[in-house]
């Protein structure tokens, strides 16, 4: 669980809610009229910019802000300066049946159990890459578009409610629904986007760009394990994956200091 994104969206509700209670009526921050002009609007806009498959998958792909965390860099390293060392002690068949902590990873191992090259194993690999960046671009793509339309439903519900309110002056009290309508549009429709969707949409293209490092990370240490590198070069490779201040702080860098 990713609790930076929980945290942070529940938290932001959170307060707008207490701020809604907190006033003289809260219930009327509740129109129906309202949530349909920009909940509805806004789903079937954006699914009008999109197939049903990209729409529906980047719902699914929004799962991955919440839930899905990566390994850290540091304990990668170390995991496949592990497999290295058990290819070069035992080679590469002893690596057949290894748990490890990804499937792109255990996707890779499989292939030097399989005797492929590593000019192949790194085609495969940046082929499979390059398909989970594109899945995950287009979650990204659909909040983001979301987050582009849900404002505008607002301004749209705003216009609509003005239209009614001016064209029934004279009777006072259509004059109050119309006006909620109005500015309510204009609420719900900015918070969609600035406490939902942009949030989503950035967090779902910082998983895309630390993914990718990590399936770099791992095709470049696959692919030296099957050019029987040393595992002290393919460690010292794999460093530069890490934070500056984090380099110094490696098993071998600590070793080489004491």
Excluded: C, W
Excluded at 90 to 104: D, I, K, M, N, T
Excluded at 115 to 124: A, D, P
Excluded at 179 to 185: D, E, G, I, R
Excluded at 233 to 249: A, F, V
Aim: aromatic share 6%.
């Amino acid at each position: 669980m990713d609790f930076a994104t929980l945290i942070g969206l529940v938290g932001a509700i959170f307060l707008i809610v207490t701020a809604v209670i907190l006033g003289a009526a809260p219930d009327v921050f509740i129109n129906p009229a309202s949530l349909l002009i920009v909940v509805g609007g806004t789903l079937l806009v954006v699914l009008a910019k999109f197939s049903i498959p990209q729409f529906l998958g980047a719902f699914k792909a929004a799962a991955r802000a919440f839930k899905f965390k990566l390994p850290e860099t540091q304990a990668s390293i170390e995991e496949l300066v592990d497999v290295a060392n058990v290819a070069r002690k035992e080679g590469v068949l002893g690596l057949e049946g290894r748990e490890v902590g990804s499937p792109f990873l255990g996707n890779g191992i499989q292939m030097l159990v399989d005797g492929q090259t590593g000019e192949t194993i790194k085609q495969l690999l940046d082929k499979e890459r390059l398909m989970t960046l594109d899945h995950n671009r287009s979650g990204a793509k659909v909040f983001t578009a979301m987050a582009d339309v849900a404002p505008a439903m607002g301004m749209i519900g705003t216009l609509i409610g003005l239209v009614q309110m001016l064209s029934n002056m004279e009777d006072p009290k259509s004059i109050g629904p119309a006006m909620a309508v109005a500015l309510l549009t204009t609420l719900y429709g900015a918070m969609i986007a600035t406490m939902i969707a942009t949030p989503i949409a950035d967090k779902l293209s910082l998983r895309m760009t630390e993914e990718a490092r990590l399936q770099m990370l791992y095709t470049d240490a696959l692919v030296a394990i099957q050019q029987g590198t040393n595992p002290r070069i393919i460690e010292q490779m794999l460093s530069s994956y890490l934070p500056r201040n984090q380099r110094d702080k490696t098993p071998e860098a600590e070793a080489a200091s004491g």
